[in-house]
């Protein structure tokens, strides 16, 4: 069974920084595309990032860009994503989401972790 | 202001049919395949449809996508009250090569 299980959120202060984790089971990270979907209180999805199964191509929205690194340990099965100077509006519920590999759409997605920047 | 366009809200009654919109552009939606997503309240995302009309195994033929030109949408026959759910359509903009989303139709089966 698929399952993408994300870690790391929770409070931090404005400009402060996080490191989000998705662990992967049930296939092998290494053959997907990868990416970071968020979604604010309230609010719609909001794409965050991309990385290719070969890290050759990262892509970011233009909200992270700058501020956010993903990145994928295929050995750990796990993708990350580095946040830093972290603002307000950077709260939201984050996702990791699988790319299928037959499909140009989401397949599978994790339950979230919440990052919530406040002073 | 999302990049594709979608009605914040729609409503039928149970056993009804219903169709969401997503309208967008030549560098979205008119080169690129479509996705839609259901998000039940409390719950994370989930594909309903995906390359325009491709439904995944276990998704009911009561959903069905289309795609014309820069836009698409999603329909939904014989209503239940389960479908009460926020849909999403998602793509690809090659312009901005950027993954993109509608800003979310809340369905209401009345």
Redesign the interface.
């Known amino acids: 069974e698929v399952q993408l299980v994300e870690s790391g959120g929770g409070l931090v202060k404005p400009g402060g920084s996080l490191r989000l984790s998705c662990a992967a089971s049930g296939f092998t990270l290494s053959s997907y595309n990868m990416?970071w979907?968020r979604q604010a209180p309230g609010k719609?999805?909001?794409?965050v990032s991309?990385i290719t199964v070969s890290n050759n191509n990262i892509?970011?929205?233009?909200s992270a860009r700058g501020r956010f690194t993903i990145s994928r340990d295929n050995a750990k099965n796990s993708l990350f994503l580095q946040m830093n100077s972290l603002r307000a509006e950077d709260t939201a519920v984050y996702?990791c989401?699988r790319l299928?590999s037959s499909?140009?759409?989401?397949?599978?997605?994790?339950?979230?972790t919440m990052v919530t920047v406040s002073s | 202001q999302s990049v594709l366009t979608q009605p914040p809200s729609v409503s039928a009654a149970p056993g009804q049919k219903v169709t969401i919109s997503c309208s967008g552009s030549t560098s979205n939606i008119g080169n690129n395949y479509v996705s839609w997503y259901q998000q039940l309240p409390g719950t994370a995302p989930k594909l309903l449809i995906y390359d325009n009309n491709e439904r995944p195994s276990g998704i009911p033929d009561r959903f069905s996508g289309s795609k014309s030109g820069t836009s698409a949408t999603l329909g939904i026959t014989g209503l239940q009250t389960g479908d009460e759910a926020d849909y999403y359509c998602g793509t690809w903009d090659s312009s901005l090569s950027a993954g993109v989303f509608g800003g979310g139709t809340k369905l209401t089966v009345l």
Do not use: K, M, P
């Open positions: 990416n979907v719609g999805l909001e794409w991309l892509y970011y929205a233009d996702y989401a299928g499909s140009n759409a989401f397949d599978f997605w994790g339950q979230g």
